[in-house]
């Protein structure tokens, strides 16, 4: 991590807000947040005033990923190391989580929500991130989600059981959390193309959780695949339904007509059919990925079409699926779906923030500067985004992959 000076410059000759491209423009930044922005390249006369200079081709906020896995390693595919990285000491695992969010900062991404671990560890890392100059990608951090006894989730999740249950396990974890995270359902069968499994709560249960935590001033977003568990998700208000295979259109317009937001994620389902060997699966259970990956993007496009807000998120640490490096994938799937670019990057920076309640959701004066400066613009150049040249958090500069000086 660079010490950044207490103002500084940039000329760029394209920028996108978050929600707007925009043209040549020369921008300030002081004490970590964006000052000023004026048309046009104002550079010369700055220099001559004796402000530091940066020029580059094009310049963004910073990304989000609005679900990870900071403790795991999406690297590995092999099993058995997936599972002796589980059984590692918490101090090991601690580690992991921070190498993950410089990762993540170095490629772009200065914010992630971490989407649960048993361990606290995503509470820890978001602590630390918060200290200047710590090279970690700020967390939002759903801390230990909930979950019913026996049913997924334990490597993210606590255990709840009736009504006072949930409202004491919810009141104690806002307190640590930033949002509550809802373990609705299992994972899906993919040998039976089908999420198999019965909702672990019924849309009374769910809503308790729901009216638990927005009594306790948080969100909650749902972990949640298949009809009866969207259906239960939907019914309960959560705030944002986390992956969402087999969605429909109908509970699309639901969620629109309530505000729900939906991140996709189809990193993780993605890789086991792009790389079936990684699993072991047969034929039959690739042609299901594919079939579930094709109606997955469908229904994007029907949300876009809808106005359901849509935020990127990878599942990082998911198997395949690598902290920082993986958001360039999913974005590729948006565009895929016929997402239009701009749209997608709204989804990855301001949309996200707007979700979470920043202060500041586009790069706008007086926000944090979370920035990344390309070597040219995403319009011209698709892989653009996946050399950094140059990434800010808060004013300060972190050296980007590729560089002689970055280390993980």
Known sequence: MNTAPARFALVVG???????????????????????????????????????LTRGAFLMPGLVDAHVHLFLDGKPTEQAVRAA????????????????????LACGVTLVRDAGDRHGINNRVRDEARAVGS?????RSGGLGVKRARRYGAFMATDVDDEASIRASVAQLARANDEIKLILTGIIDFDAGAVTDEPQFSAEAAGVVVQAAHAAGRK???????????????????????????MSRDVLARMRDRQLAWVPTFCPVHFQWAQPQAVGWSPNTVGN????????????????????????????????????????????????????????????????????????????????????????SPWDDAQAMRQPRQVWTRGLAVLAPGTAEFRT
């Open 14 to 52: 394209d920028w996108f807000d978050g929600e707007t491209r925009r043209g040549p423009a020369t921008l300030k930044v002081v004490d970590g947040c964006l000052a000023g922005v004026a048309e046009g390249d104002h550079g010369a006369a700055l220099a001559e005033q004796g402000w530091p």
């Open 85 to 104: 990285h589980l059984k590692q000491s918490l101090e090991a695992l601690t580690d992991a989580a921070r190498a993950s969010a410089r990762q993540n």
């Open 135 to 139: 090279g970690l990608a700020q967390v």
């Open 220 to 246: 909650v977003f749902a972990h949640c695949s298949g009809e009866k568990g969207l259906a239960v998700a939907v019914a309960a208000g959560v705030d944002s339904i986390e992956h969402g295979f087999f």
């Open 289 to 376: 990925l594919r079939r579930i990956l094709d109606a997955h993007a469908e229904h994007l496009r029907i949300a876009r079409e809808l106005g359901v807000r849509v935020l990127v998120g990878t599942d990082a640490g998911s198997m395949g699926v690598e902290h920082g490096l993986a958001m360039f994938d999913e974005i590729d799937r948006f565009l895929e779906a016929g997402w239009p670019l701009h749209a997608v990057l709204s989804a990855a920076t301001s949309a996200a923030r707007r979700h979470f309640g920043a202060e500041h959701a586009t790069l706008a004066p007086g926000a944090p500067f979370d920035a990344l400066l390309l070597g040219a």
